[in-house]
């Protein structure tokens, strides 16, 4: 039964609405999926998970776009039917969308019957309206665009987005008024601030809106294209693309009569980038008034993907295939980074480096760091049952930044700010980070008057990654089903699969058994990916070996100069990973970030747990020669206080006395 049914009457302010109905733009066949449909539909995805986190009942739709010239022509240039070529290319957007981890509900074809129905439908009400006329009409046709531009659209005789010259055609075609619903448009949107955003896609609609809006011209004669729905009421034309286009936010919702359209149409929120907005924020909400629908709730415009600063395109060679994506990086990697690189409405650069660099840093480091030195420190403290919540605990650092943080996470995923949501969860992991270096809980284990202390800092940490698992489900579901597998939870279980009634502190129930899972997000190797830091140093180093050798003379054994000091590069080091060497009881293989990260291995196994240094500032010498130990490369070393007791040998780290960058030189 529906919520609103039961009583509950949806309000445009509070975040929860029910239902929710999200779609993406539907793809043109002309061209295989890329990294800019990608990103549409991870978001339109992610949107749909997150709705239903908050239990809302969502109906996601996606699709392929299948008539029109260009289609046609992309058939020809290959000899094969129009029908041919679009089952193919429409399978592959199709096959792209699981290895994304995207789930539609429907994957809707303009080709489908019943959706020819559904278009042949509104065309007749809409003429029977009095709404289409016949005309002549000479214009400046884009066949990239597929309509009709305007004068004032043209830069330097140019259509911007195809940066190809629009051909002068007269013809005799069938028009949509729309200028008739101008104004009731523009009145829409100015009551509702929310139907159009980010507010600069607003404006720019609304300035738009301020000039007389010219009607639509809606039909090609079947003398030049054939490859189109015909009009119900001339079959001598068939109907141009957006008319056919558009219509399928209706079809495959069974507009008129079916019980989605009943319970989805007024909820309807489209995604789109900015390339099709006129069609998508005029086109369609005066053909819907037309109709004599109500207008669909939100439009949601993102910005473009470039690619390395560069427009992603096929002749420069530098498209991006999901495909390839998924293999270099992981999917759950890609979900993330595109989230949180770009800013909703913006464009954004994509680059190898930029995605190595959050992979290593937000991903490995942060979130896979916390998870498994929590995991760890319960399976040897606690012999991996978590323990019970402390009663009377005033320790709420943690409990306080997690409300906060699922309350901004809550409203800037309903407002599709995404990357804000997503910085404001690795708040909450940056803060769990530094409360395991500051509460130490290897020295509260050894502490017999510790009470419960080791039990409330454990317990603050294991919840936290219970509401971790909750808020990344969205945007990265496969990583959160293996979190919760090894948090003992199921994936379905509602503790991490339902914000809304688990989305508070202290739901982890104590005596959960822990499972063990592998690494979260291994590291990616940045030496592979960028120039090695041995390079550079040794460089430095001959250069200034050989100025020495040419102006001082010998020192006395024992002292240095101060030049010869000078030559040793000290930096503070930020330790962000730690795990032994495999068959050394010494050596721990450090992942240090001075500031770009480099492996140190350092002989203080004996002295230091993994996750007892992770965090910790440490010095380093950054500029000495690589060196191999059981077979991983060194670069560089960390500094230690070399304490003599009782005969035996103890190293203490070196660190800095305030929280300084990492990198800072030591002078
Ligand atoms: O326009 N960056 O289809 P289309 C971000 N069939 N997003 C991008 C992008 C980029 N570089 N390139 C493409 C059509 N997109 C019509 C739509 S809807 C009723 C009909 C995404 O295959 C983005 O969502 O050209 C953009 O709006 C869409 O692909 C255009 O897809």
């Given at each position: 039964?529906?919520k609103?049914?039961?009583?509950i009457?949806?309000c445009?302010?509070?975040?929860?609405?029910?239902?929710?109905y999200?779609?993406?733009?539907?793809?043109?066949?002309?061209?295989?999926p890329?990294?800019?449909?990608a990103?549409?539909?991870i978001?339109?995805?992610?949107y749909a998970?997150?709705?239903r986190l908050?239990?809302?009942?969502?109906?996601?739709?996606?699709?392929?776009?299948e008539h029109?010239d260009k289609?046609?022509e992309a058939?020809?240039?290959e000899?094969v039917?129009?029908k041919?070529?679009?089952d193919?290319?429409?399978?592959?957007?199709?096959?792209?969308?699981?290895?994304?981890?995207?789930?539609p509900?429907?994957?809707?074809r303009?080709t489908?019957?019943?959706?020819?129905?559904?278009?042949?439908?509104?065309?007749?009400?809409?003429?029977?309206?009095?709404d289409i006329y016949?005309?002549?009409?000479?214009g400046l046709?884009?066949?990239?665009?597929e309509?009709?531009?305007?004068e004032?659209?043209?830069?330097?005789g140019?259509?911007?987005d195809?940066q190809?010259?629009?051909d002068?055609?007269?013809?005799?075609?069938?028009f949509?008024r729309?200028?008739r619903?101008q104004?009731?448009?523009?009145d829409?949107i100015?009551?509702?601030?929310?139907f159009?955003t980010?507010e600069r896609?607003?404006?720019?609609?609304l300035?738009f809106?301020?000039?007389?809006?010219?009607d639509l011209?809606i039909s090609?004669?079947?003398?030049?294209?054939?490859w189109?729905?015909?009009l119900?009421?001339?079959?001598?034309?068939?109907?141009?693309?957006?008319?056919d286009?558009?219509?399928?936010?209706?079809t495959?919702?069974?507009?008129?009569?079916?019980?989605?359209?009943?319970?989805?149409w007024r909820?309807?929120?489209h995604?789109i980038?900015?390339?099709?907005?006129?069609?998508?924020?005029?086109?369609?909400?005066?053909?819907?008034?037309?109709?004599g629908?109500p207008?669909?709730?939100?439009?949601?415009?993102?910005?473009?993907?470039?690619?390395?600063?560069?427009?992603?395109?096929k002749s420069?060679?530098?498209?991006?295939?999901?495909a390839?994506?998924?293999?270099?990086?992981g999917?759950?990697?890609?979900?993330y980074?595109?989230?949180?690189?770009?800013?909703?409405?913006l464009?954004?650069?994509?680059s190898?480096?930029?995605?190595?660099?959050?992979?290593?840093?937000?991903?490995a480091?942060?979130?896979?760091?916390?998870y498994?030195?929590?995991?760890?420190m319960l399976?040897?403290y606690c012999?991996g049952?978590v323990p019970?919540?402390?009663?009377?605990d005033?320790?709420?650092?943690?409990?306080?930044l997690?409300a906060?943080?699922l309350?901004?996470?809550?409203?800037?995923?309903n407002?599709?700010?995404?990357?804000?949501g997503?910085?404001?969860v690795?708040e909450?992991?940056s803060?769990?980070n530094?409360?395991?270096v500051?509460?130490?809980?290897?020295a509260?284990?050894?502490?017999?008057?510790?009470?419960?202390?080791?039990n409330?800092?454990l317990?603050?940490?294991?919840?936290?990654?219970?509401?971790?698992t909750?808020m990344?489900?969205?945007?990265m579901?496969?990583?959160?089903?293996k979190?919760?597998?090894?948090?003992?939870?199921?994936p379905e279980?509602?503790l991490?699969?339902?914000?809304a009634e688990?989305?508070?502190?202290?739901g982890m129930p104590?005596?959960t058994?822990?499972?063990?899972?592998s690494?979260l997000?291994p590291r990616?190797?940045?030496?592979?990916?960028?120039?090695?830091?041995?390079?550079?140093?040794?460089?430095k180093k001959s250069?200034?070996?050989?100025?020495k050798q040419?102006q001082?003379?010998?020192?006395?054994?024992g002292?240095?100069s101060?030049?010869q000091?000078q030559?040793?590069?000290?930096?503070?080091g930020?330790?962000?990973?730690?795990e032994?060497?495999k068959?050394?009881?010494?050596?721990?293989?450090?992942?240090?970030?001075?500031?770009?990260e480099r492996?140190?291995?350092?002989?203080?196994?004996e002295?230091?747990?993994?996750?007892?240094?992770?965090g910790?500032?440490?010095?380093?010498?950054?500029?000495l020669?690589p060196?191999k130990?059981?077979?991983?490369?060194?670069?560089?070393?960390v500094?230690?206080?070399k304490?003599?007791?009782?005969g035996?040998?103890?190293l203490?780290l070196s660190?800095?006395?305030?929280?300084?960058?990492p990198?800072?030189?030591?002078?």
């Open positions: 039964m529906r609103e049914q039961r009583g009457v949806p445009d302010h509070c975040i929860i609405t029910m239902t929710t999200i779609t993406t733009p539907i793809y043109y066949v002309n061209a295989q890329h990294l800019g449909h990103y549409t539909t978001v339109a995805d992610t998970r997150f709705r908050i239990g809302d009942s969502v109906r996601f739709q996606t699709g392929t776009d029109g289609i046609a058939a020809e240039r000899g039917s129009p041919e070529y679009v193919r290319i429409s399978g592959m957007f199709r096959e792209t969308w699981p290895l994304l981890d995207v789930k509900d429907n994957f809707i303009t489908d019957p019943e959706h020819v129905l559904t278009v042949q439908n509104i065309l007749q009400q809409v003429y029977d309206k009095g016949f005309d002549k009409y000479t046709y884009c066949t990239g665009c309509r009709f531009l305007t004032k659209e043209l830069v330097d140019k259509c911007p195809h190809t010259a629009p002068e055609i007269t013809e005799e075609n069938y949509f729309m200028s619903y104004q009731e448009l523009i829409h100015h009551a509702n601030p929310d159009i980010p896609y607003r404006n720019e609609v300035s809106l301020s000039e007389p809006l010219e011209c090609r004669p079947t003398s030049r294209l054939t189109g729905i015909p119900p009421f001339d079959e001598n034309f068939v109907t141009y693309v957006w008319f286009a558009l219509i399928n936010y209706l495959g919702i069974g507009y008129p009569d079916g019980d989605n359209f009943e319970e989805y909820v309807a929120e995604v980038a900015k390339d099709i907005l006129k069609p998508h924020a005029i086109y369609w909400p005066t053909m819907v008034l037309s109709t629908l207008l669909y709730k939100k439009l949601h415009v993102h910005g473009y993907w470039n690619v390395d600063e560069t427009k992603m395109s420069i060679g530098n498209v991006i295939r999901p390839e994506l998924v293999e270099a990086y999917v759950d990697s890609i979900r980074f595109i989230l949180r690189e770009m800013s909703f409405g464009d954004a650069s994509f190898s480096d930029a995605i190595v660099a959050r992979m290593n840093s937000d991903l480091n942060d979130i896979g760091n916390l498994s030195r929590t995991c760890a399976m040897k012999d049952v019970e919540a402390v009663a009377a005033d320790d709420t650092v943690l409990r306080d997690a906060e943080v309350q901004r996470y809550r409203e800037e995923m407002s599709f700010q995404f990357h804000r997503l910085q404001a690795w909450l992991i803060q769990a530094r409360y395991i500051e509460n130490e809980p290897w509260l284990v050894k502490d017999e008057s510790r009470g419960d202390r080791l409330t800092v317990y603050n940490l294991v919840e936290t990654l219970r509401l971790l909750l990344l489900q969205p945007v579901p496969g990583t959160c089903r979190m919760a597998q090894g948090l003992g939870l199921e279980n509602p991490v699969a339902d914000l688990h989305g508070n502190w202290g104590g005596g058994r822990l499972e063990k899972v690494a997000f990616v190797d940045v030496k592979k990916k960028k120039q090695p830091v041995k390079e550079q140093s040794k460089k250069s200034k070996a050989e100025k040419k001082k003379p010998a020192l006395a054994e002292v240095i101060f030049d000091f030559e040793l590069e000290l930096r503070v930020e330790i962000v990973a730690a032994p060497v068959k050394s009881d010494r050596l721990l293989q450090l992942t240090v970030k001075a500031p770009e492996t140190i291995v350092a002989g203080i196994a002295y230091y747990r993994p996750e007892e240094i992770t910790m500032l440490v010095l380093i010498v950054a500029n020669q060196v130990l059981m077979g991983v490369e060194s670069q560089g070393m500094l230690a206080a304490v003599e007791e009782g035996k040998t103890r203490v660190t800095v006395s305030g929280k300084v960058p990198g800072t030189p030591v002078a």
